[in-house]
């Protein structure tokens, strides 16, 4: 009687042991578990064209070959024999997107595998991801002081920054031609043309020419009135500078105008300008907030960078 209980127990054993070995192997059949090889990470914002993203691996046999089916923004990935790397570097914007999504087509052949991609973007200072000689500098300035910076980054953040507009010196008179002239010091001076700030903007880089070297409390002014005043200090003093153009961002702009914004700055040495036919601007002796006095057929060299959406600490 005992042997006999004993042989059934084994016979049950076994039938259910073969049972879950065939529900498992349907199982496998119909689920191939492909999503162990999608690709989900992040990354900083602003990362380098050619960054690898990941590696590419697929479950099916043989050579397998990976092609690009899908991006949710254009340009986003590029596959190359490292892997998915950046293509388009100024994609991976936050302020923009908070994530970029793709699907890649694994193919040796005869089968095929979708791998699914998702890159979640990591906010950054914007203005720290441009900074690539003067980033330090700008970590450790504190809020309200202006940083110098190199003129490329000064473009970078011109060109690519999201929603930045210029004031002061338009580009055509910063780079034409006609030779730089000395302009007396000891003035508040204001650009009168249409390159006025938006309402609603961070001012946070400038730059100028100084005439002399060792300059000292050059001042920029922002004014929410007019061409003329009153004007306001934005931030600190300049640090010390030499002569040529000078380039600056200021730490921790959180202040937007109310309306539009005009462009000025206090220059207590002499400063670089070019002639120009009908131009016009307008100065107050000292630093001063009302610009009484105006001038014509020269350009002031200042410019200033300003943003309608905060994208730095």
């Excluded at 998915?84 to 970029?100: F, G, K, M, P, S």
Aim: proline share 4%.
């Amino acid at each position: 009687m005992n042997h006999n209980l004993l042989f059934i127990s084994i016979l049950m054993v076994a039938t259910l042991w073969a049972c879950s070995s065939e529900n498992s192997d349907d199982t496998t059949d119909q689920d191939p578990q492909q999503t162990t090889n999608d690709i989900a990470r992040s990354i900083a914002e602003y990362p380098t064209s050619g960054t690898l993203l990941s590696s590419l691996s697929s479950s099916l046999s043989g050579e397998v070959n990976y092609n690009l089916t899908f991006e949710s923004v254009p340009g986003a990935f590029t596959i190359t024999t490292a892997g998915l790397t950046v293509a388009d570097w100024l994609v991976y914007d936050y302020e923009q997107r908070t994530n970029i999504t793709g699907t890649i087509e694994a193919s040796n052949g005869t089968e095929t595998e979708t791998l699914n991609v998702d890159i979640e973007i990591d906010n950054v200072d914007d203005i720290w991801a441009f900074l690539h000689t003067s980033a330090d500098a700008y970590l450790d300035a504190e809020p309200g002081e202006w940083v110098p910076i190199l003129e490329s980054e000064y473009n970078d953040l011109a060109n690519y920054l999201a929603m930045t507009s210029k004031s002061g010196a338009e580009d055509s008179d910063l780079i034409s031609p006609t030779s730089i002239s000395s302009s007396a010091g000891n003035v508040t001076i204001s650009t009168v043309n249409d390159q006025k700030l938006p309402a609603g903007s961070y001012l946070f880089a400038f730059k100028y020419y100084s005439w002399v070297n060792n300059s000292n409390n050059v001042q920029v002014k922002l004014s929410e009135g007019n061409f003329s005043g009153p004007f306001e200090d934005v931030g600190m003093a300049f640090p010390e500078h030499d002569d040529e153009y000078n380039h600056f961002v200021i730490k921790g702009a959180d202040s937007p105008t109310t309306g539009e914004g005009y462009l000025g700055m206090y220059a207590p040495n002499n400063y670089g300008s070019k002639a120009k036919s009908g131009a016009q601007w307008l100065f107050g002796t000292g630093n001063t907030s009302i610009l009484p006095s105006s001038g014509s057929n020269f350009v002031p060299l200042y410019q200033g960078l300003s943003s309608t959406l905060k994208q730095w600490d």
